[in-house]
């Protein structure tokens, strides 16, 4: 029997919805019990999937573990990109990355546990492509540092260091920012760029008779 056009695409699109059900569902698994301890018949039962279906879906519990690090990368990178088509001075683009990224936390709580706890669990070309996907992004973090450094707006900071500062304040809210709790990802990400921002600004000097103005650029 002849398919109808579209047919086929219907199909695979019916199953990546499903797929990506699946994923968003043992997200919250791993997030509960931990990569390791959760065995693949709980995967199933979770998912209302027997073993071979469950398969289907997905080849392998840790290609399972890749998407949901996968997930969560490309959430961050399409925030980032977001930001760099927005342009703008280095200070307006990090906080703007600091909201996209607090965004990701907040709508994905159990994707960001599983991503900063069960990383070591990826192998081979899995663990390979997390690593250059978390630097690609360290690297966007780092550049705009270095961006507001060399335009004077910051002060001599070590951007490398710096980027570790950056996202350690802000992926450790994964604790406590949580959907439905008391403060969004907007509310939270103004604050922690303006304490952020106090830090890292170039300080202004006093100018003719009492008048503030920048300090000179560095050189």
Not at 97 to 117: N, T
Not at 144 to 164: H, K, M, N
Not at 177 to 203: E, H, N, Q, Y
């Amino acid at each position: 029997m002849r398919e109808e056009p579209g047919e086929d695409s219907r199909r695979n699109s019916k199953r990546e919805l499903r797929r990506q059900a699946i994923i968003d569902t043992s997200a919250h698994v791993f997030a509960q019990r931990g990569y390791h301890a959760t065995g693949v018949m709980e995967l199933c039962a979770a998912n209302d999937l027997g073993k071979g279906a469950l398969y289907y879906y997905i080849g392998s519990k840790e290609e399972l573990l890749a998407a949901i690090h996968d997930r969560v990368m490309d959430e961050v990178m399409l925030g980032a990109d977001r930001v760099a088509e927005a342009g703008g001075p280095p200070s307006a683009q990090l906080a703007r990355l600091g909201e996209e990224l607090l965004d990701v936390i907040h709508r994905y709580p159990d994707h960001v546990w599983v991503f900063l706890h069960e990383f070591p669990a990826l192998t081979g070309g899995r663990a390979e492509q997390f690593r250059r996907r978390r630097r690609e992004y360290e690297g966007r973090v780092e550049a705009v540092l270095r961006a507001g450094v060399d335009s004077g707006e910051f002060r001599d900071i070590d951007p490398w260091l710096t980027a570790r500062a950056w996202l350690g304040m802000h992926n450790y809210t994964y604790l406590w920012l949580k959907p439905g709790g008391r403060l969004s990802a907007r509310s939270v990400a103004k604050p922690f760029a303006d304490i952020f921002m106090r830090g890292i600004s170039t300080p202004t000097k006093p100018g003719p008779a009492g008048v503030k103005a920048p300090s000179s650029r560095r050189r």
